[in-house]
């Protein structure tokens, strides 16, 4: 007896759980039949199927645009709709009389449901909303990089081909600072040795001359043999000359060398900000003026030389940036000046690099590099008679010169944001106007700074390095 009542009951609930969920399936897909009247709208996504039915039956059904939507009557209260298209149409319920029964706007859009599936699989970080309006697509929300954003715009582009409308925005920092370092170094060493001999004979009213090297420039043999000071053309810087007579005979042995040494060192570190896909440029250096003539006559004209670089960074994806650099390192070279209506114009010396590089926030590339390794060595002597042993050396000239340059290019950027003023120093902030006593009575050049205006600031320019500091090293 227990048996059947639990056994009812059960069937009981089953049963009016039915007749719960049934209706409230079925009303959201039923359609209230106003007649003369627009209906509530369908809507329905694209290559999807949805099944409505009507409280009323119909007799005739049409749709206004088959391409936007597809419809089939599977009953007289049954419409099977088919959304092939993103769009808006209309469908038209006529009655058995032929009367209009009602008329329903069809709205067909983009699948969002695979679309959106989609966008996780492939952006599962990002934060994008997707909205649909009218037959698009719209993208709202903040991501982290350009890259992510040019991917979800072409995977939008898929659903709803030109019919996006991108309301992203990218997050982040997206000003970049370039740290860029020019380090050149050029050594230069010469070295040189002559060597001179002449020979002087007088014989009653005649005499007889044979000098190389400086004594065969001029009157200097002649200068030599009579005691007199000897020039010569050669820049050296020690000179030992060694003479003698016998007879009728002078002789004399001049001995020079000379040996250079120079070392050049070129730094420079400029620091330049730009916003994210703006150029920025910077020069640090000069113009020198170039006369150019034209139809009007002679103009002026002024090339820049110095310290030279322009770029321009893209925030590729979150600290990903990607910078487009053209550097240049120039000055002035006398050595090939020419003459132009005498007037003397130098040229340049100029070493320079284009080049397009990624690099992360904080990281350093170095993006070009130079080394020139010039070497001269020249060797003159006497015909036959330099070409004997160890005597040989008093008939030869031997120089030896080389030249060594090196240049490197290394690019740090920094996603960087703006800070408040205070927070900033310059490199005058350590120094203050002397008084007339500090400049006339005790000879400085700077006064003394206040320590009550000393700058918030936690940089290296505002700290105050009077007294001891650094590191020591035994």
């Known amino acids: 007896m227990e048996f059947r009542n639990l056994l009812t009951a059960g069937l009981f609930g089953l049963c009016v759980s039915n007749l719960v969920v049934i ?10 039949v106003m007649r003369g009247a ?23 059904l049409s749709v206004a645009n088959p391409g936007i939507a597809d419809i089939a009557t599977l009953s007289d209260r049954t419409i099977y709709v088919l959304g092939k298209a993103p769009g808006r149409t209309t469908l038209t319920l006529l009655g058995a009389d032929g ?17 959106k599936e989609r966008l996780r699989e492939i952006l599962p970080r ?32 898929r659903y709803a081909p030109e019919r996006v409308t991108n309301l992203m925005t990218v997050g982040g920092s997206q000003q970049v600072l370039l740290k860029v370092r ?22 009653g009213n005649t005499g007889a001359t044979i000098g190389t090297g400086v004594y065969n420039q001029g ?28 007879g009728g005979v002078a002789i004399g042995l001049l001995l020079e060398a000379l040996e250079t040494k120079g070392m050049v060192r070129t730094l420079a570190e400029p620091n330049i900000v730009a916003i994210s896909g703006s150029e920025a440029g910077f020069l640090a250096g000069g113009e020198y003026p170039i006369p150019v003539a034209d139809a009007d006559g002679i103009k002026v004209e002024y090339k820049p030389f110095g310290i030279q670089l322009t770029f321009r960074p893209v925030v590729v994806d979150g600290d990903l940036i990607s910078l487009s650099l053209d550097t240049e390192v120039s000055q002035l070279d006398p050595s090939n000046a020419v003459n132009f209506n005498g007037n003397i114009i130098n040229a340049f010396s100029t070493r320079r690099t284009s080049t397009t590089v990624e690099m992360r926030d904080g990281q350093s590339m170095s993006i070009a590099g130079l080394l020139t390794d010039d070497f001269t060595d020249l060797n003159s002597q006497v015909p036959w008679l330099g070409d004997v042993p160890i005597l040989g050396a008093l008939f030869r000239s031997a120089e030896y010169k080389r030249q060594q340059t090196e240049l490197v290019v290394i690019v740090t950027p920094h996603l960087v944001t703006p800070v408040d003023g205070s927070t900033l120093a310059l490199p005058t902030d350590r120094i203050k106007i002397p008084s007339e006593k500090d400049l006339f009575l005790l000879g400085k050049v700077s006064g003394k700074r206040n320590s009550r205006n000393k700058p918030t600031a ?16 035994d």
């Open 23 to 32: 209706p409230t399936a079925q009303a959201q897909n039923v359609l209230r």
């Open 38 to 60: 627009t209906s509530s709208n369908i809507k329905v996504s694209v290559n999807r199927a949805i099944v409505m039915e009507s409280d009323q039956p119909f007799a005739e």
């Open 99 to 115: 009367r209009l029964l009602t008329n329903v706007e069809v709205q067909v859009s983009p699948d969002l449901a695979e679309f």
């Open 126 to 157: 990002e934060r994008i909303e997707v909205r649909t309006a009218n037959d698009g697509i719209v993208l709202s929300g903040r991501v982290s990089g350009k890259q992510k954003l040019a991917k979800a715009l072409d995977l939008a582009e």
């Open 182 to 203: 020019f380090a050149e170094m050029q050594r230069s060493v010469a070295k040189s040795l002559d060597a001179s001999i002449g020979l002087r004979t007088i014989g």
């Open 219 to 246: 009157n200097n043999l002649t200068n030599f043999a009579n005691g007199n000071p000897i020039v010569s053309s050669n820049s050296a810087q020690g000179a030992l000359g060694i003479g003698f007579s016998s």
């Open 458 to 473: 936690g940089s290296v320019a505002s700290q105050d390095f009077s007294g001891s500091y650094g590191y020591v090293m």
